[in-house]
């Protein structure tokens, strides 16, 4: 099996292309590829499959076996992997996720290799039984959830994939790993959740740190990011359009007011390939 090692801002991804579907046992064998100490080491294990409804299909398993609905750096992998192999001489190109329907991704090009990813998120769900949470409201903004003796106040955005994002004093100092697992699998979450700690900087740029569904922490997640956007405009703490610094770079983030879409543009990287 061949395989390219790719990332996003430091999250990486072990990217397969040439299968006709999902292969049986890909669960399993995200968990031991993306083992940093026995495996190859990643975040998740990707796969660009043929569409019926786009140019490609992109489906992501966490390292810990579990399918995700929608990555947004993984899409931006996916897209620079397609051009720079030449799968694809499209410049701008559509690829079908399993959670989040078929996305429009621009590529920016230069000197014949993708360097930055324009990717068209679309619509974020805020319903909160739709996240899905078990609020039964239109939106679950600033909403109490506790967590062992510690109050926090979540607003709930799925971008294909759930999110809860939490404001606090320093996101960059968090204990990301204490309250990151605690909150993942907290029951109001029914299908788990992704978990942002955000620190609004002003109204153009926020810090974030992640603690990932099925991944725990990562240098950066781009659904995260656009769910931080979404929740930092709904809670009247930051324009529609701005930077969310994650520990392994910078996002930007719109959410465009005529089309209701969330647009996030990053940069995609290669590390390696190889062969196993
Ligand atoms: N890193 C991603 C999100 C990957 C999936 C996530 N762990 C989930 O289970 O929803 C991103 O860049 O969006």
């Known amino acids: 099996m061949k395989f390219t090692k790719m990332h996003g801002l430091g999250n990486d991804f072990i990217v397969v292309a040439g299968e006709k579907e999902l292969p049986s046992g890909a669960d399993q064998l995200a968990i031991r590829l993306c083992n940093r100490f026995f495996g190859i080491g990643a975040d998740g294990l990707v796969y ?34 397609v051009y720079d192999n030449g799968m694809t001489d499209k410049a701008e190109i559509t690829v079908e996720t399993l959670g989040a329907g078929v996305q429009k991704v621009q590529l920016n090009v230069q000197n014949g290799k993708v360097a930055t990813v324009r990717v068209d998120m679309g619509q974020p769900i805020l319903e909160g039984l739709q996240v899905p949470t078990t609020v039964d409201q239109a939106e679950v903004i600033d909403y109490p959830i506790e967590v062992d003796d510690r109050q926090f106040r979540f607003t709930a955005v799925s971008m294909g994939n759930p999110h809860c994002v939490i404001y606090v004093d320093d996101a960059v100092n968090f204990d990301l790993s ?47 990011a656009c769910a931080t956007l979404v929740s930092s405009v709904l809670n009247g703490l930051t324009d529609r359009r701005a930077t969310v610094s994650l520990k392994g770079g910078d996002l930007f983030i719109e959410w465009d007011e005529a089309d209701n879409h969330v647009y996030m543009t990053g940069p995609a990287e290669e590390v390696f390939k190889g062969t196993l």
């Open 48 to 81: 660009i499959l043929p569409s019926e409804t786009a140019d490609f299909k992109m489906r992501i398993i966490n390292s810990d076996g579990s399918e995700a609905e929608q990555c947004g750096n993984a899409i931006r992998c996916v897209s620079k992997y």
């Open 178 to 224: 204490l309250w990151g697992p605690r909150l993942e699998v907290h029951p109001m979450f029914p299908r788990k959740t992704n978990v942002e700690f955000v620190t609004v900087k002003n109204r153009e740029h926020t810090d974030m740190r992640v603690w990932e569904r099925g991944a725990g922490p990562t240098l950066a997640c781009g659904t995260g």
